[in-house]
């Protein structure tokens, strides 16, 4: 058995990318894998593609009420992967270039998770 079998495995931004491989990854590993992101139509496509039974929770990570919603249905939280960064095409240059503004507005949407 694995060692992520039977933990759930919340990633915010699993709908694609990297948010969406961890997910697989985790899902292969028996973990109970719920996805996050803003659009429904892309989170139960991804969902389609991992095995076993992954919930999917369409939320919009910059609006906190939805956000304590969606994260208060989520009974336990094994293991939490933030991959949703605000405007995360505008990083695809040097990590030097990322502004202190850019990082906390990635955290703002973990913040009041406590």
Known sequence: MSQLAKQTVVVLG???????????AAAEQ???VVLLSRSLPKLQAAAGTLP????VIAVDMLQP?????A???IE???HLVLTAIDREYSLFG???SIS???VEKSFDKLRGFH
């Open 94 to 96: 040097n990590l030097e």
């Open 52 to 55: 076993g039974h992954p919930r």
């Open 71 to 73: 994260m208060t249905s």
């Open 65 to 69: 009420a939805t956000v304590d919603t």
């Open 100 to 102: 202190s503004e850019q």
């Open 14 to 24: 699993g709908s694609s990318g990297i948010g969406l491989a961890i997910a697989q």
């Open 30 to 32: 028996e973990a109970d």
């Open 76 to 78: 336990v939280i094994d």
